[in-house]
Every structure is written in C-alpha cells, then in structure tokens.
C-alpha cells in the first residue's frame, strides 16, 4: 500500500510541460522543495504563496545568527571562533544564492524544460544506452543530495542526542547558542529549532547546486549522441554514390540542428549561471582563508572538514566548466574526421560553413570574466592563501 497517492504526489511536484522520465527521477528533490516553499520549476510558484515559508526562513537565518553572535561575546577557543564565523560566511552567501536561484526562475524553467524535451529527444534518437547511462547519473545525483543532506544533519544531532542521554546538555553546534535557558523545555525547543536550520540550509543549498548538476549531464550526454550522428559507416557495397551522399548529407542535417538547439541552451545556461557561479569562489576565497588563519595559531583537523563542502560545490561547478570545453573540443574533433570530401559540392559548401560557425565559444563564463575550469578553482586557491600571507604578515 502506498504511503503517498499519485494525486498527492504529483501536487507537490509540479514542474513546467507534461511529466515523463526525467521528473519521475526527481519526485523527492522537488517535494521538499515545495514544502520549504522554493520550487519555482512549478510555473505556478509565487511570492505571494510563500510568505509563510520565507519568513520562517528569515526568522531560522535571524535566530542563527543572533544566537552565533551571543556565542562570540564570551567565546576563547581560536577554533570554535573559526567555526562562529565560517558560520557567518556560510549565511552571508546563503540569501545571496537563494535570491539568485529564485530570481532566474523563469530561465531556470526553460532549461529545465528543454533539458527534459529536446536534449532527451537528441539521446533517445541514438541509442538506448545513453539514455540509461543519463538516468543513471540523474538517480545517482538524487542519492548523494540527500545522502549528503542527512550526513550533515546526523553527525550534529548525533553527537547532542549521545550527551542527552549521558546527562549532559550541548547545543547542535558548539558555535551557536540557543539563547534559551538549557533546562526543558526550552533546550529541546532550540535543538529542535537549530535542526530544522541545518536541515533548511544545507537542503536548499545542496538542491540549487543539484539543478545545475542535472542540466549538466544532460547537456554533456546530448552532445555525445550529437557526435555519434556524424560517426555513420562508409559507403556499403551495395550502395550507390548518391545514395552514400544522402547519408552523409542527412547526417550532417541532424548534427546542425542538433548543434543549434545545444548552443541555444549553452547560452541560456551561462546567462543564467553567471552570477550564481561566483558564490562558490567568494565562499572558498573567505573560507580557506579563514580556516588557515585559524589553523596558523592551532592545529585543529576536525576545523579542517568544513572546508569539505564549499571545495566540493566549487570543485563541481569548475569541473563541468572544463566538461563544456572538452565537449566543444570533441564536437569539432567529430566535424574534422566527418567524410566531407564526398558529399556534393554544394554540400560541402555548407559543411565548410559549418566549421567557420564552430569557431563559436564553448564555454560558461562568470560575471568576473572568468571562464568556470579547474584553472580558475586552483587561481583561487593561490588568492586565498596569498591573502593569508598578507594578513599575517600585517598582524607580525
């Protein structure tokens, strides 16, 4: 027996055009972000809907922070003031990309439309493999979201339930106090209080960065299936030099259309993207910086583990920019080794078109001017620490 009906389900995650495969993949994703009151995938979402989610959110990041500030005031431990203000730098971005996220929600809906119609029509018109091998990585994507999402949560609450029990009364994190007196009921209601903000942060910042994920794996899979359209067999025994002709010349017919439509995204997705790419690289920037101030004066390893999930969203994004470059390489690659010189004349006129139109760039650039790449995530690593030097030399 099902917990949930299909009505129930399909009421709490909408998403732009009619549902197939791709937002069955996704259910769970966009159900909790519709009860947190941030699925604009949903063309009916609204501001004026949402009120009440967004000022519970407002009141969580207030609370939080008032809470973390009382802490400072009579906090000595170099590390647990690390942690207070990478807590501080963690809730700076958070509005920044969350306003962001919600303000492109309508270029967000294009591509997420086109990403479940025209880029699956592109890999379902290749070959079955390639879809699976999408389907796959989407599932996969889901699994570590919440995976991710739940092994936060649990290593904080974990270690407060084991010293309920013992007798011993700790607040979720060591850097945030509940501003209520540690007797019941008020020390259950800002544990219970302080969850539902890790719970809501670490969610809603994980989910935005899992949309950008999912249109990248699309976009990357629809090119491979693009490419295989100009890897067709050479000319059959059986088959006359015209017939070989139209072969070549349909071929290279879909690989321009194809090409079109993923140029089309690439450009909404680096529009869309410009802005909110830059808030892993200013997170990393404060962060690393911080933490080395912080280690500087004492070594303290378990410090070191919150920089595990701002290099991870910096690493994703600056990975996937360098998998657009690869992809652009690898589509002009197919157009080179594609057999032109026996297509028609005035085929190969537009084939020699073709490679002039490719010369196009293929790549996600930031606001900054950046282009997203490995190169670029080590270029910040280098500013972080240089700033460091700085600073330390300023405080000797």
Not at 202 to 231: G, Q
Request: proline share 3%; hydrophobic share 45%; glycine share 4%.
């Amino acid at each position: 027996m099902k917990i949930l009906s299909e009505e129930t389900i399909e009421k709490y995650s909408k998403t732009i055009g009619d549902r197939n495969e791709v937002d069955k993949l996704v259910i769970l994703p966009l159900c909790v972000q519709d009860i947190l009151g941030h699925n604009v995938l949903n063309p009916k979402w609204k501001w004026t809907t949402r009120i009440p989610q967004q000022l519970f959110l407002v009141f969580l990041i207030v609370y939080v922070i008032l809470g973390t500030n009382d802490y400072l005031k009579d906090a000595t431990d170099i590390n647990d003031i690390g942690e207070a203000y990478y807590t501080f730098i963690i809730i700076l971005f958070f509005p920044i990309k969350y306003m962001l996220f919600i303000q492109n929600r309508f270029t967000l809906r294009q591509l997420y439309a086109m990403a479940k119609t025209t880029l699956l029509d592109m890999i379902k018109s290749d070959a079955d493999e390639k879809l699976e091998e999408l389907f796959a990585k989407i599932k996969l994507a889901v699994k570590i979201l919440f995976g991710t999402v739940f092994w936060s949560i649990s290593v904080y609450f974990m270690v407060a339930m084991w010293n309920y029990v013992q007798g011993t009364r700790v607040t979720l994190s060591k850097s945030t106090t509940t501003l209520m007196p540690m007797t019941s009921p008020y020390y259950e209601l800002g544990l219970a209080i302080h969850t539902v903000f890790l719970f809501e942060m670490a969610f809603t910042y994980c989910v935005i960065d899992f949309w950008f994920v999912l249109l990248m794996f699309s976009f990357c899979t629809a090119i491979d299936s693009t490419i295989n359209r100009l890897k067709i067999e050479g000319k059959k025994s059986d088959e006359t030099d015209e017939q070989y002709m139209d072969r070549l010349n349909d071929a290279l017919r879909i690989f321009y259309k194809n090409h079109s439509k993923i140029m089309e995204f690439l450009y909404i997705l680096s529009e869309t993207y410009k802005w909110p790419s830059i808030i892993p690289i200013l997170g990393i920037l404060l962060a690393f910086c911080l933490i080395l101030l912080c280690m500087s004066v004492e070594v303290h390893w378990m410090f070191l583990s919150n920089l595990i999930p701002t290099t991870t969203e910096l690493f994703a994004y600056n990975w996937f920019g360098d998998q657009v470059k690869d992809k652009g390489t690898a589509l002009i690659l197919a157009l080179s080794e594609f057999d032109w010189p026996n297509m028609r004349n005035k085929d190969k006129k537009n084939y020699l078109i073709m490679v002039s139109y490719m010369n196009k760039e293929f790549r996600i650039k930031t606001a900054l001017g950046y282009d997203l790449s490995l190169v670029t995530m080590s270029s910040v690593f280098k500013a972080s620490y240089q700033t460091f030097a700085v600073l330390k030399t300023v405080d000797h």
